[in-house]
């Protein structure tokens, strides 16, 4: 069975699909879907109300069971800065170098200790029907000083896993790797299970 994303980020839509994969649904972009998705304004507070305002409207404009992720990097330092603005906290949305600069701007002077933080990542599934479902994943961690690897996106190259020691970025970690500890890993799972256990069709 096919659901939509209500995201242009490919990579997002990858990490979702290998997890979804297994249990016969195939995640598409609107492109391949041949739909067009309005850009849902997130107006929400919470990583949950945000994925909820996308999976909604993505469910109301394509017909079809919508998966919406909203996920984002809390620092404690930060008080859980940048957040749900972690797209677009230095301004433009998805100027991953940007962000990364800013971040490293806002942590200055910060010690090691003190450097924690977490990847938050919550995915909606709006159903035709009116049903939803709703998971969360974490991964905790601490931003590094520089970065390190050419794999993921956003914040990955800063982020030291706990999982790992803090000696390795999310960035330098394998597709693989990073699914089975990443916060959209931890969440596909959760998602993967109920839709498993449920076998919820179309």
Request: aromatic share 6%; with cysteine.
């Amino acid at each position: 069975m096919d659901y939509i994303i209500a995201s242009h980020n490919l990579k997002k839509r990858d990490e979702i699909s290998r997890i979804l994969n297994p249990l016969g649904i195939r995640v598409l972009l609107a492109e391949e879907a041949g739909v067009e998705l309005t850009d849902a304004e997130e107006t929400g507070t919470t990583f949950e109300e945000n994925a909820f305002i996308k999976a909604e409207l993505g469910c109301k404009e394509s017909g079809m069971p919508c998966i919406a992720d909203d996920s984002g990097l809390a620092v404690d330092a930060l008080e859980g800065a940048p957040g749900v603005y972690s797209a677009r906290y230095a301004g433009s949305h998805g100027d991953d170098e940007a962000n990364n600069l800013k971040l490293l701007k806002e942590l200055e002077g910060v010690p090691d200790e003190k450097r924690t933080a977490a990847y938050v990542s919550v995915i909606c599934c709006v159903y035709p029907d009116g049903r939803k479902i709703t998971v969360r994943g974490e991964c905790a961690g601490r931003i590094g000083y520089t970065p390190k690897g050419n794999g993921g996106f956003g914040y990955d190259p800063y982020f030291l896993p706990d999982e790992y020691g803090y000696k390795t970025t999310m960035a330098e970690l394998t597709a693989q790797q990073k699914d089975a500890i990443s916060h959209r890993g931890k969440a596909g799972r959760a998602l993967a299970e109920i839709l498993g256990g449920n076998k919820i069709d179309e």
